[in-house]
């Protein structure tokens, strides 16, 4: 069947691509951005949960649990909508920032546990091993336990970071110009919708499967270092 006849208009379709990928620069600035911020966020919080002090674990559990177990959606709506009510001078911040902070937040309660897993699935033993030959816990730790858990952490970590520039799709919610709300507005204005959408989510497949392919050739190379 001829996708013209189905009211495809292939030009346009094409034509989108230059337009759209103008704002690809906005979607990998959040998805970055929120990486990075949620990254050191993580290692905080996986720090202090190891150094098991009861009041503070149960906090820090809480805040795990409730931005794992709530959708991203919601978690901008309270954030954008909800918290400027209580305290209005938050209504003056960025939406973009918002958007950063809050995937940040997100992205940090799934850190957190990956990193402390991969720490936790080092053998011991070569911990205490150093220190019975003078290592401090530090110098043991920089060493021998955190390049063996880097290692084991890149795949969870990469896909965490392909989750947040999925995610950046529904920042356009807060009014953030990313490419899902380019084609939104585009899809709106000339009834385009199929051209516009599938556009869109080429340009997330492509990013995807280049991201992928880079953690992949990381993860092999640093696994040849072991």
Partial sequence: MNLLNLNFNLEYFFSRFSVIGKFLPVTLGIAIFSM???LLIALVIAFLLDLKITGLNKILRT???FFRGTPLMV???IFYFGFPQVFPRLAQIPTYIIAVYVMSINGSAYMSETIRASIN???KIQLESALSIGMTKYQAMKRI???QAARIAIPPLGNTFISLVQGTAITFLLGVKEIMAVAKISASSTYKFLENYLVVGII???ITLVFTNLLNRLETKMNKAY
């Fill in 204 to 206: 997330y497949w492509i």
């Fill in 121 to 123: 699935s080092v053998d």
């Fill in 145 to 147: 336990i955190l390049p």
């Fill in 75 to 77: 978690q901008l709506f």
């Fill in 36 to 38: 990075l911020i949620g």
């Fill in 63 to 65: 805040y795990i649990s």
